[in-house]
Nanobody
Framework: QVQLVESGGGLVQPGGSLRLSCAASTSISSLDVVAWYRQAPGKEREQVASITDGGSTNYADSLKGRFTIDRDNSKNTVYLQMNSLKPEDAAVYYC????????????????WGQGTQVTVSS
């Protein structure tokens, strides 16, 4: 069983930045793909970004250029750097891991963290 623990959320002003972390209980090099999802109140969960064990990345079109996903295998951690944050970025952000290649199908991700709240407000 893989455990994922997110951290780094909080309150930030519009235009600010946050770096989220997803720490895995196992070697992340053994995880085919790790993704960040987010869900705002009243909205469907959406995938923000994903990264494979080989380092290939994928982003939601609307977030390209502002968000960056990367991984540190030595720390078994995947990060999400979020810049130029907007109020509409406010959501609970979840880390998920699964087998296979990059996919936005949440059903392909077997392991999920508990989420970290991001609030963007002045």
């Amino acid at each position: 069983q893989v455990q994922l623990v997110e951290s780094g959320g909080g309150l930030v002003q519009p235009g600010g930045s946050l770096r989220l972390s997803c720490a895995a209980s196992t070697s992340i090099s053994s995880l085919d793909v790790v993704a960040w999802y987010r869900q705002a109140p009243g909205k469907e969960r959406e995938q923000v970004a994903s990264i494979t064990d080989g380092g290939s990345t994928n982003y939601a079109d609307s977030l390209k250029g502002r968000f960056t996903i990367d991984r540190d295998n030595s720390k078994n951690t995947v990060y999400l750097q979020m810049n130029s944050l907007k109020p509409e970025d406010a959501a609970v952000y979840y880390c998920a891991a699964g087998a296979g290649g990059i996919t936005s199908d949440s059903g392909r991700y077997s392991y999920w963290g508990q989420g970290t709240q991001v609030t963007v407000s002045s």
